[in-house]
C-alpha cells in the first residue's frame, strides 16, 4: 500500500500524560499536514512541513504541541500535559507540489486520540 | 477569515433518488475548491480539485460545478456504497497552503 499511513490508529490516554503520532507521507510527497477532527465537523488545520521545514502553524496548535519531520520523510505530533479537550481524530495528509502549483492533499487513516 | 458552509447536514435519499449537496464559501481569492469523501472511522478520500468558476469535474455517478460563490456536488442515481459524509474545502490564493473545511453532508441512501 503507497498510501498515507497513521500509528498508532487508537489511543486512550491518561488527562496529563503525553502522546505521540507518527505519520508516513506517500513517499514522492514533498508536503506534509495536520490536521484535528472532531465528530460532526470537518478537519481543521494544525500545521504544515514543506520537506523538514514547518512554515505554518494554526492558532489552535498551543504550546503544548509540537510536530517534527526530520529529514523529510515521517512526520510526528507530540501533545504534552494532555487535557480531555485533546479528544479527537488527528489526521496527516501530504501533497507533491512543484512551485507554487497547487497539490491534492491525500489523507491517511488518522489516530483516534480518547483523553480520560 | 475563509469560510466554508454545507448544506443540507444530513441528507436521506432512496436509491435511484438523485440529488445535489451545496457548499458555499467566503474566501479572499480561490485558489482551489477541493471535494472529499469520508467514511466512518476513516480518513476523507479525495475525489475532485476544482479551480475555476464553470468549472465541472464527473467521477462515476458524481458530478461537480464551481461558480464564484458555492459548488455543488451532484448525485446521479446514488447506490448504497454512496453513502458517506462528503467534504468541501477551499484553499486561498494568497499563499497558505491549508484547506479550510465545511462541516460536511452527511449522505444516507437506502435500498
Known amino acids: 500500500d503507497t498510501g498515507v499511513s497513521q500509528d498508532p490508529r487508537h489511543k486512550i490516554t491518561k488527562r496529563g500524560q503525553n502522546v505521540t503520532f507518527r505519520c508516513d507521507p506517500i513517499?514522492?510527497?514533498?508536503?506534509l499536514y495536520w490536521y484535528r477532527q472532531t465528530l460532526g465537523q470537518g478537519p481543521e488545520f494544525l500545521t504544515y512541513f514543506q520537506n523538514e521545514a514547518q512554515l505554518e502553524k494554526s492558532r489552535l496548535l498551543s504550546d503544548r504541541f509540537s510536530a517534527e519531520r526530520p529529514k523529510g520523510s515521517f512526520s510526528t505530533l507530540e501533545i504534552q500535559r494532555t487535557e480531555q479537550g485533546d479528544s479527537a481524530m488527528y489526521l496527516c495528509?501530504?501533497?507533491?507540489?512543484?512551485?507554487?502549483?497547487?497539490?491534492?492533499?491525500?489523507f491517511g487513516p488518522g489516530t483516534r486520540l480518547t483523553v480520560l | 477569515e475563509d469560510q466554508v458552509t454545507q448544506s443540507p447536514e444530513a441528507l436521506r435519499l432512496q436509491e435511484g433518488e438523485s440529488s445535489s449537496l451545496n457548499c458555499s464559501y467566503t474566501v479572499s481569492g480561490l485558489r482551489g475548491l477541493f471535494w472529499y469523501r469520508q467514511d466512518p472511522g476513516k480518513g476523507p478520500e479525495f475525489l475532485f480539485t476544482?479551480?475555476?468558476a464553470g468549472e465541472e469535474k464527473e467521477k462515476e455517478r458524481l458530478k461537480a460545478t464551481l461558480t464564484k460563490k458555492e459548488s455543488f456536488l451532484h448525485i446521479t442515481a446514488p447506490k448504497p456504497e454512496d453513502s458517506a459524509t462528503y467534504l468541501c474545502?477551499?484553499?486561498?490564493?494568497?499563499?497558505?497552503?491549508?484547506?479550510?473545511f465545511g462541516q460536511g453532508t452527511r449522505l444516507t441512501i437506502n435500498p
Open positions: 476544482l479551480y475555476s
Open positions: 474545502a477551499v484553499q486561498a490564493r494568497r499563499g497558505a497552503q491549508k484547506l479550510v
Open positions: 513517499s514522492e510527497h514533498n508536503r
Open positions: 495528509a501530504s501533497s507533491l507540489a512543484l512551485d507554487q502549483r497547487l497539490g491534492e492533499q491525500f
